[in-house]
């Protein structure tokens, strides 16, 4: 097991004083850089950086960033939730590291599509269906991970099959 011990810490983003949702940091007490390029393997639409020892991944409308010395969830609804989370987590990367023998791990950088690439494959008919006032703007939360592919209903449609796949491609699959 590479995490066995961790300090919690549950907190309001400093720059939304009085949110209704928290973020959330496991400070680790062992280096789990180590593990990095296994969970960027096995992390649909990571965005890993090996200089920063870092990585980032979009799950469940949370971010999750993973680095050497500490694993941070933003979005989380309280207390208990950000526990659970973070626990999930921890799991999940003592999990991947005891599997690394089964995983080639991988140092590949990937790096969020643009907006504007997003947008430049939806329908662009404005049409709200997916809870949004414009396509530009869901395309803005699904670069950021806030949003899924299923959220905009007009990319089911057959027409648009093939900017599905396309949308899909770049964004590996982070959103949905």
Partial sequence: MLIEHYDLEVFTPPCEPGAERYSAIARLVVDISKALPYLNATLKGAIY????????WAHG???????AYQIAVSNV?????AIRVLESEIERVNRTWERRDEITPSTHVRQRPTPLAVYKLLPQTNCKQCGEP??????TKLAAGQRQIDDCPALAEPMNADQLVALRDLLGNVAG
């Avoid at 409308?61 to 680095?67: N, T």
């Avoid at 414009?134 to 395309?139: E, G, H, I, L, R």
């Fill in 134 to 139: 414009t396509c530009y703007v869901f395309a």
């Fill in 77 to 81: 609804e309280d207390r208990e939730e």
């Fill in 61 to 67: 409308g949370r971010k999750v960033v993973f680095s």
């Fill in 49 to 56: 950086s090996p200089e920063a020892s870092a990585l980032t």
